[in-house]
């Protein structure tokens, strides 16, 4: 069985900073591509930021220059430090990543953690 718990959400004011982590476990072999995804209230789920096993990076337009992914390959976390933030970067942040097991590659989610921006 494989987790990802998310964690460090919350509310914050405009132009505040935050830091997301997200924690894989359980009979992992190895993780390829992980990313963060957002969703707001009334629109669908969209790509914030990706990061490969060897470190390449890819980042939605309306964060470039915000907001930075990371990854520590050896505690199997992922990382998004998001700077300047802004009120529409309101919305529920999950983490993603594809994960090898002993029995094949899939897709896992976390749970979601929620980040507000508001005055």
């Known amino acids: 069985q494989v987790q990802l718990v998310e964690s460090g959400g919350g509310l914050v004011q405009p132009g505040e900073s935050l830091r997301l982590s997200c924690a894989a476990s359980?009979?992992?072999?190895?993780?390829?591509?992980m990313g963060w995804y957002r969703q707001a209230p009334g629109k669908e789920r969209e790509l914030v930021a990706s990061?490969?096993?060897?470190?390449?990076?890819n980042y939605a337009d309306s964060v470039k220059g915000r907001f930075t992914i990371s990854r520590d390959n050896a505690k199997n976390m992922e990382y998004l430090e998001m700077n300047s933030l802004k009120p529409e970067d309101t919305a529920v942040y999950y983490c993603?990543?594809?994960?090898?097991?002993?029995?094949?590659?899939?897709?896992?989610w976390g749970q979601g953690t929620q980040v507000t921006v508001s005055s």
């Open positions: 993603n990543a594809r994960i090898i097991l002993y029995s094949g590659i899939d897709d896992y």
């Open positions: 359980g009979r992992i072999l190895k993780i390829n591509a």
């Open positions: 990061i490969t096993s060897g470190g390449t990076t």
